[in-house]
């Protein structure tokens, strides 16, 4: 009988100890972060998960007096509509904005993937992607009170000629200036890339490449109202 009952004894325990870790990895499944995919409706004050646009904002009676947002997931779209508040995914640009019942007061966004186009029409308060430049301005119905923006993307050209507001690309320099009427009113800038040459005239307001120096300098008219200036490059 004290057999049996040790045998009793010893599966008693044994199945309280599975049971109890049974129930441990039951709350450490419910307790694990889940990945987020696909649309989500979220509070206002929430923070916006990364990977994530605004597209719609509304009122809800259980976000404590907060719009609730409706977020879309960024994966193999090449076009989107979002709000104006909303995170701009890398590598996208805006292309048009309106006016929206159901942005929360704000303009919705047309974005635009950049991809393998080498020239871009955006709004002028749109991200301007690496290695693009502008090239001309103008006035826009709709782009929210902002300019359009003509883009042009660097590639093999040796010249360009580019809004003073443009980015400058690196390894390249400014050597005139003028006034531009589709520059939104900067100067109108000439550049040239910097690849053999040993020596260049270049405006003051220039980037002086790596290795090079100044050497002299004089007004010049076209530079405007920046002194001219002689560079070398250093042996």
């Known amino acids: 009988m004290r057999t049996i009952r040790n045998h009793v004894a010893r599966l008693v325990t044994v199945m309280a100890v599975l049971l109890g870790g049974m129930a441990v990895a039951a709350a450490q499944a419910q307790a694990a972060p889940q990945p987020l995919f696909g649309n989500l409706a979220i509070c206002g004050n929430s923070p916006i998960p990364s990977g994530y646009v605004v597209t719609n904002e509304q009122s809800s009676n259980s976000c404590g007096g907060y719009l609730e947002y409706q977020l879309t997931q960024v994966t193999t779209q090449t076009s989107l509509s979002v709000c104006g508040n909303s995170p701009l ?20 966004y047309f974005l635009a993937k950049v991809t393998t186009q080498t020239s871009l029409m955006v709004c002028g308060n749109s991200p301007l992607p690496s290695g693009w430049v502008i090239t001309d301005e103008h006035p826009y119905n709709t782009c929210g009170g902002k300019l359009q923006y003509f883009l042009a993307k660097v590639t093999t050209q040796t010249s360009l ?7 400058i690309p690196d390894g390249w320099v400014v050597v005139n200036e003028q006034p531009y009427n589709t520059c939104g009113g900067y100067q109108q800038y000439s550049l040239a890339k910097v690849t053999t040459q040993t020596s260049l005239m270049v405006c003051g307001n220039s980037p002086i490449p790596a290795g090079w120096v100044v050497v002299s300098q004089r007004p010049y008219n076209t530079c405007g109202g920046y002194q001219q200036y002689s560079i070398q490059k250093v042996a």
């Open 89 to 108: 995914p890398n590598g996208w640009v805006i292309t048009d904005a309106h006016s929206y019942n159901t942005c929360g007061g704000y303009l919705q």
């Open 161 to 167: 000629m580019v809004c003073g507001n443009s980015p």
